[in-house]
């Protein structure tokens, strides 16, 4: 969910131009921004909209919904709800919109003002309080688990969630770190994890991979992430879209093979008396991929590694 800022001091979303194209707007539709950041996205989206559109926008971060709700307090087509997007359904039928979104858009990963603000806990580049945490009114902070989760599931955690090589080397160098005095600040663990890799990836600060790893596992991002494409395209209207906005191969992984299974035909045993090009499939992928541009990445590198990928619901 990372941003550019520009010249007005302004986060621009990543791949805007093509999150609004893939989701086929209609003036009078009800869309979803199931995750609002800043609100770059939810901006571009109200301004396609006429009189009689609605967006309703999800965030579990306080301060992104404080935002929110500042923002567009004078706006009476934004609706802003402080949660996860994996309840999305289920606020949705509260509404009494089920069947009837016309739209999805879900950018998924750290927002740049929470990597920005050291204080968050997410940014090895800058020095902050161990926190980590998305929604910062529950759930249990970096500093206090790293105090005690065992060798082994740090192990664990770096390895599935970081894809870290030198796990054992890092989880060793924490523990017995933490042995000594506590691991408070962010620019701490950083160092730690800079101290136990023998060999440094050119243009990739050590710690990166870790960092992403504690945060995805303390967040429950991916989990989290196949309860929402789920939930998402349940709520789909007939011609809805559900665009989804990547950032690293753990989140693409499992949109691709989400997107991929659900508008796949099943597999029917042999001898039935049904063809499988006979069964009707309700959804489909919408062309391939979709890379930022040249022109962005010029603006903003961190686009470097977003890719979109579309659903459409067709009965």
Do not use: C
């Given at each position: 969910m990372v941003a550019a800022v520009n010249s007005q001091g302004?986060?621009?979303?990543?791949?805007?131009?093509?999150?609004?194209?893939?989701?086929?707007?209609?003036?009078?539709?009800?869309?979803i921004?199931?995750?609002?950041?800043?609100?770059?996205?939810?901006?571009?989206i109200l301004q396609q909209l006429n009189e009689k559109g609605r967006l309703i926008a999800f965030?579990?971060?306080?301060?992104?919904?404080?935002?929110?709700?500042?923002k567009f307090k004078d706006e009476p087509r934004f609706t802003i709800v402080h949660c996860n997007f994996n309840r999305v359904a289920d606020v949705?039928?509260?509404?009494?919109?089920?069947?009837?979104?016309?739209?999805v858009l879900m950018d998924l990963g750290v927002s740049s003002p929470q990597l920005d603000d050291a204080a968050r806990g997410f940014s090895f580049l800058?020095?902050?309080?161990?926190?980590?945490r998305m929604d910062t009114s529950?759930?249990?902070?970096?500093?206090?688990?790293?105090?005690?989760?065992?060798?082994?599931?740090?192990?664990?955690v770096l390895k599935k969630y970081g894809e870290e090589k030198f796990a054992r080397r890092i989880a060793t160098a924490i523990v017995e770190t933490r042995n000594e005095r506590e691991i408070i600040e962010t620019g701490d663990l950083a160092e730690i994890i800079a101290n136990a890799i023998p060999v440094k990836e050119k243009h990739k600060h050590p710690a990166t991979r870790s960092f992403q790893a504690i945060r995805i596992y303390l967040n429950e991002e991916l989990q989290a992430i196949e309860q929402g494409l789920t939930g998402a395209a349940s709520v789909l209207a007939k011609g809805g879209r559900l665009s989804v906005i990547s950032f690293h191969s753990l989140e693409d992984r499992i949109v691709k093979r989400f997107m991929r299974n659900i508008s796949s035909r099943p597999k029917l045993?042999?001898?039935?008396?049904?063809?499988?090009a006979d069964i009707e499939v309700p959804y489909r992928q919408v062309g391939k991929s979709i890379?930022?541009?040249?022109?962005?990445?010029?603006?903003n590198p961190r686009a470097r590694s977003a890719r979109l990928r579309v659903l459409e619901r067709r009965l």
């Open positions: 302004n986060h621009q979303a990543v791949l805007l131009r093509e999150a609004l194209e893939s989701l086929n707007i209609h003036p009078s539709g009800n869309y921004d199931a995750t609002f950041g800043r609100g770059g996205h939810s901006l571009a965030d579990q971060d306080p301060e992104a919904v404080a935002f929110a709700r500042q949705i039928e509260q509404y009494g919109r089920t069947e009837k979104i016309d739209g800058r020095s902050g309080p161990l926190d980590m529950q759930g249990e902070t970096a500093r206090h688990w790293l105090a005690r989760v065992k060798t082994a599931d740090l192990i664990r045993p042999a001898g039935l008396p049904v063809m499988e890379i930022a541009g040249k022109e962005e990445l010029g603006i």
